[in-house]
């Protein structure tokens, strides 16, 4: 049996379990035990799917609104190192990567890079490799197009 959920289209958002009635997805909410219509009224349009599609339509978009590599301190790459036990550490050479084991949203990580004395931060899958995380950065740096962070 699938579970269905109501997905907010306009927030990428999940908002609510849906009803079955003799197995069958109904728009009428699990949890809110709101009809479709009256879950429209707080946020906005809405749709039935699958949980597994809204949960990849969720973090398709979450990923490209946070879309992007930040260069950061390595002060702050050393806090996020301790402050969780890392995931997917690796380190070859002069360059090392790490996700924060806990997730920002969905199947989504923050994931730290180094390379030689420069760090960067940016939202990848967990799925990403740590080839995949390097090559995002190279071609980030390589096109001019990593984001600054003003010191606190």
Request: proline fraction near 5%.
């Amino acid at each position: 049996m699938t579970m269905h959920v109501l997905y907010a289209t306009t927030t990428d958002r999940v908002i609510d379990g849906c009803l079955e009635v003799d197995g069958q997805p109904t728009d009428f909410g699990l949890y809110s035990r709101k009809s479709k219509d009256e879950m429209e009224n707080e946020y906005g349009p809405m749709i039935v799917l699958p949980a597994r599609e809204a949960s990849e339509r969720a973090e398709a978009a979450t990923l490209e609104r946070n879309r992007g590599v930040t260069a950061i301190s390595a002060e702050r790459f050393t806090e996020a190192l301790h402050c969780l036990p890392p995931m997917k550490w690796t380190v070859l050479g002069d360059v090392e990567s790490f996700r924060i084991s806990e997730p920002y949203s969905w199947g989504l990580h923050h994931a730290y890079v180094r390379i030689g004395q420069r760090h960067f931060c940016l939202l990848a899958r967990l799925s990403a490799t740590h080839a995949d995380l390097v090559c995002e950065v190279n071609t980030a740096v390589q096109t001019g197009t990593v984001k600054t962070v003003e010191p606190a």
